[in-house]
């Protein structure tokens, strides 16, 4: 069973810690070392997925706002999601 540590010791740690130039991109730097330390890595890695455009976020509300139209007013949120993932 692991040791836990809290959020704040790991920061100290990392803090502490010179790091080499090897990794070649962060994903790869926190992919190694995210047994040592849990929960840097999985902020990292929740904070590096997010995208830096919002083309993708645009194009999901007009495909929506072509899906719910005067006509389809009545469509619930459950088949609104249905029609859209199978878009």
Known sequence: M???VSGREELTRYNAMRVPAAYSTLGEFWKQRAIEYPALAEAARRVYCISASSAQS???F???????????SRLSAAKVESIELVR
């Open 2 to 4: 692991p040791i836990t």
């Open 58 to 60: 645009k194009r999901d």
């Open 62 to 72: 007009s495909s929506v706002g072509h899906t719910i139209t005067d006509v389809r």
